[in-house]
């Protein structure tokens, strides 16, 4: 069994090999389209702030900013972060505020964000760490805020990418069952939606590979007072 097919145990440094095979991709030219139904998702998100007066959003893997100048153009003020130091030049080049930092450990006080935007990036969490990622992200999300997260499905495996020449990624690919248990136990799922994956701008990764849909839901954090453990 090869390496980008066998089960993965994520190592020590992984993160900064994510970053390193981000920073390739972007210096590359590489360029993916946003997906319409994601395209999609962020306007529903957008107009949920709207509803609830909520006027900034942290979004966590920023990549070129992309969703980023979704939100700005909607009038939500962004703030991103992301582990490669090129997506964080490319995103800043369009005018965002972005840094290069940690999920595990981000530079914000208790209770910054009103909102959270994260697509396709906590996939790149081991189950051993991401109750530790969703605690950060509660931390820095206000009392009752929403947090979106688009995720990969899966059947509960830990994998290498195959289609990854160099460093092949490492994903966590968690059924909907799993991702309802485990985002739950950080707060109350409001909404959770799925779309098969397709071709072109709506094709996921695995080359093909994989079976697999895509996983949208809407955490909203415990109430102030009421932080889950």
């Known amino acids: 069994m090869d390496a980008a097919s066998e089960v993965a145990m994520e190592e020590p ?3 900064q ?3 390193e095979f981000y920073n390739r991709r972007a210096a590359s030219g590489w360029d993916h389209p946003l997906a319409p139904r994601r395209v999609e998702q962020c306007g529903r998100f957008i107009a949920l702030l709207k509803s609830e007066r ?30 490669s130091e090129e997506h ?10 972005v840094s ?8 914000f006080a208790d209770g910054t964000f009103p909102a959270v935007w994260t697509m396709s990036t906590l996939l790149h969490v081991p189950a051993t760490d991401i109750d530790g990622v969703l605690r950060e992200l509660v931390r ?4 009752g805020a929403p947090i979106a997260v688009g995720l990969w499905s899966g059947e509960d495996e830990e994998v290498l990418n195959p289609e990854d020449d160099v460093e092949p990624r490492f994903f966590s690919r968690r059924s ?5 248990r485990v985002f739950g136990r950080h707060g109350a799922i ?27 839901l809407i955490l909203r954090t415990p109430a102030s007072g009421a932080r889950m453990s």
Not at 176 to 180: I, K, L, M, P, S
Not at 190 to 216: I, K
């Open 13 to 15: 440094g992984s993160e």
């Open 17 to 19: 090999r994510l970053a």
């Open 54 to 83: 909520r006027h900034n959003v942290l979004e966590i893997g920023s990549g070129m900013g992309l969703d980023g100048l979704q939100f700005l153009r909607a009038g939500i003020h962004y703030t991103g972060v992301d582990l």
């Open 88 to 97: 964080v030049r490319l995103a800043r080049s369009k005018g965002l505020d």
């Open 100 to 107: 290069v930092a940690s999920a595990r450990q981000l530079p």
């Open 140 to 143: 820095v999300t206000a009392p």
């Open 176 to 180: 909907d069952a799993t991702v309802r």
């Open 190 to 216: 409001e909404d959770f939606v799925t779309w098969p994956e397709g071709t072109g701008e709506e094709s996921g990764p695995g080359a093909g590979n994989w079976t697999q849909h895509y996983q949208f």
